[in-house]
């Protein structure tokens, strides 16, 4: 784990926030905005460590926050509470998988919403939920998890184009030459 992955995951946090609120056309077609952080979360708590897991979860949740209708800071916990469940696991899972980032994208995606609506409730705020707000779960999710595996695949070439790489060394010399028909005597 080095410095250069945790930066590139926070500007990509920044970035997907931005376009989030900058460009609003998939809002307008589905009627349901699609949260880019729970699968960027997915992405770092199972490639990166804990710390920028934590790092995520704050910049990523003060970064939705200040262009939402949350309370500030609300949206903080749902966001590590994900991030560190996957990381506690992250060894019995295949995260190479498409199909396993695209459930955990899935479930990210879904339970972060759930326990962010939770802890507004007990927070005594007046929230509109309805029939509407299933259907906008539902896209949140659908959207969350078919993001996930392109979120991998950027941050494996974003990490292979711009961190370092170990060269990787034989103990064979390539021009050496070995004998397979010595006869023994």
Sequence with gaps: MNALQTILILVV???AVFCQTSF???CHWFGAQIDLLPALMVCAALNTDLVTVGLLAVFGGLCFDSVSANPFGISVAPLFVVGFLV???RELILRELPFAQIVLGAAASAIVPVITVLLLLSGDQQLLIGWG???QWLVMTAGGALATPVLFKLLNWSNR???YQPRTETSFRPDREIRRDRKLK
């Design 24 to 26: 609003p056309l998939l």
């Design 161 to 163: 184009a711009f961190g």
């Design 13 to 15: 946090a920044f970035v």
């Design 133 to 135: 707000s299933l259907w």
């Design 87 to 89: 990381f506690t696991q």
